[in-house]
């Protein structure tokens, strides 16, 4: 099956800095999704991003499907940014998401 | 955008107790819904597929006779785990989609996290 690689497992940043958050999947995917998961367990959908770059507020993310990557960046972050950030990919558009490992981002005030 | 209920949001059940989680779609009709655990720490792992009105899909591993799913409507799926053990205790999440061409109309609940002593 397809494998999803998250980098870096954890991160540590000071309020107001910028983060680049890695995922890569080793083939062809239909489908690539960011999601945040808040302390509550709820997941939050940032992204759908199968290729190209979008933007939303503080946070964007590039999807190269070619070379099986993708990035999201977070700019100026902010305390409320922390939490897990997973990477979703599937074959099919069907919805049966294969996550990565996720990275746990804590941003301290 | 579209609502996904779950229910409860956490439970606490002796061993040997059944359990059932409820998934609802709010404000849309979901042909599929998933069902995915996530252990302390770690990563979602899908468990099993459902669709309105047919047997579900469940991924390599998971034991159909312990988690079982029912779709009975286009509104709400439920996965009992029955004869609950310390180590199923997990975060239980499902997702739903109204289906389309894309994993935009994709919805998560809020999820349930069981204890089971």
């Known amino acids: 099956g397809i494998q999803v690689e998250q980098s870096p497992p954890d991160l540590i940043l000071q309020e107001g800095a910028n983060s680049t958050l890695r995922c890569n999947f080793s083939?062809?995917?239909?489908?690539l999704q960011w999601f945040h998961q808040n302390p509550w367990g709820q997941l939050i959908n940032l992204f759908y991003?199968?290729?190209g770059t979008k933007q939303n507020g503080r946070l964007s993310a590039t999807t190269v499907a070619t070379e099986r990557y993708s990035l999201l960046y977070i700019s100026s972050s902010q305390t409320t940014d922390s939490g897990v950030y997973f990477c979703?990919?599937?074959?099919?558009?069907?919805?049966?998401?294969?996550f990565g490992q996720g990275t746990e981002l804590s941003v301290k005030p | 955008g579209a609502v996904v209920s779950q229910h409860p949001s956490w439970v606490i059940c002796k061993s040997g107790t059944s359990v059932k989680i409820e998934c609802r779609s709010l404000?849309?009709?979901?042909?599929?819904m998933f069902w995915y655990r996530q252990f302390p720490k770690q990563s979602l792992m899908l468990m099993a597929t459902?669709?309105?009105?047919?047997?579900?899909?469940?991924e390599q591993g998971v034991e159909k006779d312990k988690f079982l799913i029912n779709h009975a409507s286009l509104t709400l799926s439920t996965l009992t785990v029955t004869s609950a053990h310390p180590e199923d205790s997990s975060f239980y999440i499902c997702?739903?989609?109204?289906?389309?061409?894309?994993?935009?109309?994709?919805?998560f609940g809020s999820g349930t996290q069981l204890s089971v002593l």
């Open positions: 997702s739903a989609t109204e289906g389309g061409a894309t994993n935009e109309k994709l919805f």
């Open positions: 083939d062809s995917v239909n489908n």
């Open positions: 991003i199968p290729s």
């Open positions: 979703a990919v599937d074959r099919d558009q069907g919805g049966k998401l294969i």
């Open positions: 404000d849309f009709q979901a042909t599929t």
């Open positions: 459902s669709n309105e009105g047919s047997k579900a899909t469940y």
